[in-house]
């Protein structure tokens, strides 16, 4: 697994989670995505932030967005996925958040019926 982001946003120890080989975190999105299978992006939560965590929008899109240019570097095959809903042009550029490879409105759609599923066994559900 390799992840990538402000490293005021990276929780501290994340590497020992894991075998070293298997968890690496990168400070630019390029090499982070090189070669992926599977890129994941993150929404930016700034209502569930402190402020300053990072400058700016521009400037996270600059250095951690998915785009284009950047996505080429992953698989040619390569699924991208996101939670939603997007930050577009900060997360994930349009484009791409629209494409063939975006499994995003799906993974949306199964997460609402994953969490439907737990808090209705949670409740005592059969």
Known sequence: MHLCGPYSMVPQFIEELGIPEQVRVFPRVEAAIEG??????????RERMPKHLFPSDREYAMYFGLNSKNIRLAKEDAIIMHPGPINRGVELSPDLADCGRSV??????????????????????K
Request: aromatic fraction near 4%; charge should be negative; proline fraction near 0%.
């Open 36 to 45: 992926a299978d599977v890129v994941m992006a993150l929404r930016i939560q």
């Open 104 to 125: 995003i409105l799906e993974q949306v759609d199964n997460g609402v019926a994953i969490r439907m599923a737990l808090i209705y066994l949670l409740m005592g559900g």
